[in-house]
């Protein structure tokens, strides 16, 4: 068993080993000598790429998939009671381990950085590990998505420094002791799980509380729901601000377009600090900077952290491009809440120029788009054209009169060219239809409208 294996993880099961944070995190177990086992609802490149550090991957749920000498079993809160594999561990009386506390324990005795916030944490999760990978500091991580090949989401590094995406979905990021928490923004999302802002706000004030003894809160200047958090832990941790804001303690002072980058100054410790960020976008390079911000309360020099940024240059599914074809350029975009759809709408706007940009979207969750859905449908107008899917459920059950018609009607109202869609499969002709040579295409949304890139490409080069 290797050093820093928690003893009753030496030989894990997964159920839906294939997700984002779930494949991270037996990556880094299998890295660190764990005899993995997991299965997953269907064949992935992620799949593939955990077989081939040993790990034993199931396709399909089925009691007989759990080796009967399993340590524990692990589930996300996606995974539901009825599961035939979590049945089959109550029987054996193997213990049930929720993700969030299997992250936990990877990330015990280590100098631990947790990236919360409702939008932005993938990308600023990979912008201080592939920083501090650029820097030599090896630290471990485990990112919501792949920075670059399928597989690419986490690591163990040898380094002291573990980087993890905190996710408040559930409450679960209240499992972690980090040493320097970032908060990048706080708003009303995960319907399901919270009522009210002030459940919200109770949520990230326990989220702070963790942070151990002497450790640091980064969080945003520029946004109401950040402030407001750092108001109400006032006096109960040490925090650094960052944005335009007036008296943010990391200050940006500028951030200039350049192409598909972005040239960023900020004012810290009463010095002027010039950088590159290598992708499009106000919100990117915010991101940049609360990286910046965090590597600096862990003790990096900020002139050495600064000009690192630059190597991160991306993560699948966060404004990625996906290809071109007869003249149409084809991006893909996570984007799935209002505020992550505009700032990309946006991002995209600057650097497009005179191009037109095409939107897909797929909305996701019904009680995403109930309590959200005219928002959602005010964003869209930011694009020349959009088509709109059917709502993709994830782990939800439909709610009564909840449609993607109520985003279509709130973006028409808006201004909006609209056209509704309802059969996934003939979008690559509808968007062949409407595009010329010249235009952005966007696939939008965090279900499986993702898988529409490459069709799209190739129905244009037909």
């Known amino acids: 068993m290797a050093p820093g294996l928690p003893s009753a993880m030496d030989r894990p099961h997964f159920i839906g080993i294939g997700g984002a944070g779930m494949s991270g995190i037996a990556k880094i177990l299998a890295q660190r000598g764990a005899a993995v086992g997991g299965s997953d609802a269907k064949e992935s490149a ?36 009825d599961n035939p594999e979590l049945a089959r561990a109550a029987e054996l009386g193997i213990p049930v381990v929720h993700r969030s506390d299997a992250l936990a324990a990877l990330m015990d005795g280590l100098r631990p950085v947790a990236v919360a916030g409702t939008h932005g944490k993938t990308t600023t999760t990979s912008m201080l590990a592939v920083s501090l990978t650029e820097l030599g500091r090896e630290p471990s991580y485990a990112i919501g998505g792949d920075l670059d090949a399928p597989g690419s989401n986490a690591l163990h590094g040898e380094g002291e420094i573990f980087v993890a995406e905190a996710d408040e979905s559930d409450r679960s990021f209240h499992k972690y002791a980090p040493e320097v928490a970032i908060v990048l ?34 969080v945003n200047a520029d946004h109401e729901g950040a402030r407001e958090l750092t108001r109400r832990v006032a006096g109960k941790v040490r925090t650094v601000t960052y944005g335009e804001a007036a008296d943010a303690d990391v200050r940006v002072l500028s951030v200039v377009p350049q192409g598909l980058k972005s040239q960023v100054t900020v004012l810290l410790d009463g010095t002027e600090l010039t950088f590159t960020v290598s992708v499009p976008g106000r919100h990117y390079a915010h991101n940049a900077v609360a990286a910046l911000a965090a590597g600096v309360a862990l003790g990096v020099p900020a002139a050495e952290l600064a000009p690192a940024l630059a190597a991160y240059t991306g993560v699948k599914r966060r404004l990625q491009l996906k290809g071109e074809a007869a003249g149409v350029q084809v991006i893909d975009s996570y984007a799935h809440h ?60 439909p709610i009564p009169g ?29 968007i062949a239809g409407m595009s010329k040579p010249g235009d952005l295409v966007l696939t939008m949304g965090a279900g499986d409208v993702t898988d529409l890139g490459p069709r799209i490409l190739e129905r244009l080069a037909k």
Do not use: W
């Not at 919270?194 to 990230?204: H, N, R, T, V």
């Not at 985003?407 to 003939?426: F, L, N, S």
């Open 46 to 81: 992620t799949a593939e790429a955990l077989r081939a550090l040993g790990v034993t991957v199931h396709i399909g749920h089925a009691a007989e998939h759990l080796a009967d000498d399993a340590s524990c079993v692990v589930v996300s809160s996606a995974i539901r009671e």
């Open 402 to 430: 909840i449609t993607s018609e109520l985003i279509i009607e709130a973006a028409r109202a808006a201004g909006a060219d609209v056209t509704a869609v309802h059969d996934k499969d003939e979008v690559p002709t509808v």
């Open 185 to 218: 923004n706080v708003e009303l999302d995960h319907h399901a799980n919270y009522a009210s802002m002030d459940e919200i706000y109770e949520s990230f004030e326990t989220f702070a509380g963790r942070i151990v003894p002497g450790g640091t809160l980064v």
């Open 338 to 397: 209002p505020t992550e759809m505009t700032a990309d709408l946006e991002a995209m706007r600057g650097a497009a120029g005179d191009s037109r940009i095409l939107v897909v979207f797929q909305p996701h969750l019904f009680s995403r788009t109930q309590e959200l859905g005219k928002e959602m449908g005010d964003a869209l107008a930011l694009a020349d054209a959009s088509v709109v899917l059917d709502i993709y459920p994830a782990r939800e059950d």
